[in-house]
């Protein structure tokens, strides 16, 4: 059992950690929605089941990696959830980037079952997973960091923020300020350029080499280019600004490059766009551009 891990949520993360946690010699049970996932899992040695609570029967540890608040409290709190078949003692560590106050009302249903939660969002995309290089974004008390630590460890270099829960959420929602600002202005660089009839290649690779590149400007300008996957996917980047806008709303703090950049993502959501890759919200900078040409 001690070596048994469950791991709810099988998407751009969740398939690559559950690929190095066997590679590491971990019995990985698994729940998630979609059936070409699900054989994915079977075939790399998971042991799917047909609800999180069938999961938590099997381990003492939990790591739940599901897209948004809404799915985060279904697999944690719902009728088929986490809480209604893990064991008293047990752990689950949240690693879905969600609003604040969410986070904190799934964290006391676990206090009040007697089980351990962690609060630890990430940042460094599926890329790192492969090489236990995610930074891991965790608040919880030490004694419980201490110990899920080893298993952290195998994705990724614990940072420990705090000993709350949501402290965590709010390190990356500000990640996420960065980031929503990365990708929308790494896509007006690229339409910039192309308008100045210019390589785009050739400028992102002289602005990645310099002092505002990145390792996100890299990534998402070369897939933006050369059609390649992107680092993740639009949907998830649309809820990740629309949080970190309502945390700027709950602080009363007026940015204006945070709300200017939620205005991409609410057009990409308009369009229905919430299934496509990060890439395309090249379409949205080049439509609102083609816009402006007009006025």
Same mark, same amino acid.
């Given at each position: 059992?001690?070596?048994?891990?469950?791991?709810?949520?099988?998407?751009?993360?969740?398939?690559?950690?559950?690929?190095?946690?066997?590679?590491?010699?971990?019995?990985?049970?698994?729940?998630?929605?979609?059936?070409?996932?699900?054989?994915?899992?079977?075939?790399?040695?998971?042991?799917?089941?047909?609800?999180?609570?069938?999961?938590?029967?099997?381990?003492?540890?939990?790591? =739940?990696? &599901?897209? !948004?608040?809404?799915?985060?409290?279904?697999?944690?709190?719902?009728?088929?959830? %986490? $809480?209604? @078949?893990?064991?008293?003692?047990?752990?689950?560590?949240?690693?879905?980037?969600?609003?604040?106050?969410?986070?904190?009302?799934?964290?006391?249903?676990?206090?009040?079952?007697?089980?351990?939660?962690v609060d630890c969002p990430f940042t460094g995309g599926p890329a790192r997973?492969?090489?236990?290089?995610?930074?891991?974004?965790?608040?919880?008390?030490?004694?419980?960091?201490?110990?899920?630590?080893?298993?952290?460890?195998?994705?990724?270099?614990? =940072?420990? &923020?705090? !000993?709350?829960?949501?402290?965590?959420?709010?390190?990356?929602?500000?990640?996420? %300020? $960065?980031? @929503?600002?990365?990708?929308?202005?790494?896509?007006?660089?690229?339409?910039?350029?192309?308008?100045?009839?210019l390589d785009p290649a050739l400028v992102c690779k002289i602005v990645g080499s310099g002092i505002a590149g990145s390792?996100?400007?890299?990534?998402?300008?070369?897939?933006?280019?050369?059609?390649?996957?992107?680092?993740?996917?639009?949907?998830?980047?649309?809820?990740?600004?629309?949080?970190?806008?309502?945390?700027?709303?709950?602080?009363?703090?007026?940015?204006?490059?945070?709300?200017?950049?939620?205005?991409?993502?609410?057009?990409?959501?308009?369009?229905?766009?919430?299934?496509?890759?990060?890439?395309?919200?090249?379409?949205?900078?080049?439509?609102?551009?083609?816009?402006?040409?007009?006025?």
């Amino acid at each position: 059992m001690t070596d048994a891990i469950g791991i709810i949520g099988l998407g751009r993360v969740g398939i690559p950690a559950a690929r190095a946690y066997i590679k590491n010699g971990y019995t990985i049970y698994g729940y998630a929605r979609r059936k070409e996932v699900v054989n994915e899992f079977k075939e790399m040695g998971g042991i799917p089941y047909s609800s999180p609570l069938e999961v938590a029967m099997h381990c003492n540890t939990v790591i =739940v990696m &599901v897209l !948004n608040d809404k799915q985060v409290i279904e697999v944690i709190s719902g009728d088929s959830g %986490l $809480l209604k @078949g893990i064991k008293p003692g047990s752990t689950i560590i949240c690693m879905s980037t969600i609003n604040r106050n969410n986070l904190q009302m799934v964290a006391a249903h676990c206090v009040e079952k007697n089980v351990g939660f962690v609060d630890c969002p990430f940042t460094g995309g599926p890329a790192r997973v492969p090489t236990g290089s995610l930074t891991l974004i965790a608040a919880a008390p030490p004694e419980l960091i201490e110990k899920v630590t080893p298993i952290l460890n195998v994705i990724g270099n614990v =940072v420990h &923020v705090g !000993n709350i829960p949501g402290l965590g959420q709010a390190v990356k929602h500000c990640n996420q %300020l $960065l980031v @929503g600002a990365t990708h929308a202005a790494t896509m007006e660089v690229i339409t910039l350029a192309r308008k100045l009839n210019l390589d785009p290649a050739l400028v992102c690779k002289i602005v990645g080499s310099g002092i505002a590149g990145s390792d996100y400007f890299r990534l998402l300008s070369d897939s933006v280019l050369t059609n390649k996957p992107s680092p993740g996917g639009l949907g998830q980047m649309c809820k990740d600004v629309s949080i970190v806008s309502n945390t700027l709303d709950e602080v009363k703090m007026l940015a204006y490059v945070a709300k200017a950049v939620a205005k991409y993502f609410m057009l990409a959501e308009d369009l229905g766009m919430q299934n496509r890759e990060g890439a395309d919200l090249i379409e949205v900078i080049e439509k609102v551009s083609e816009q402006s040409d007009n006025v």
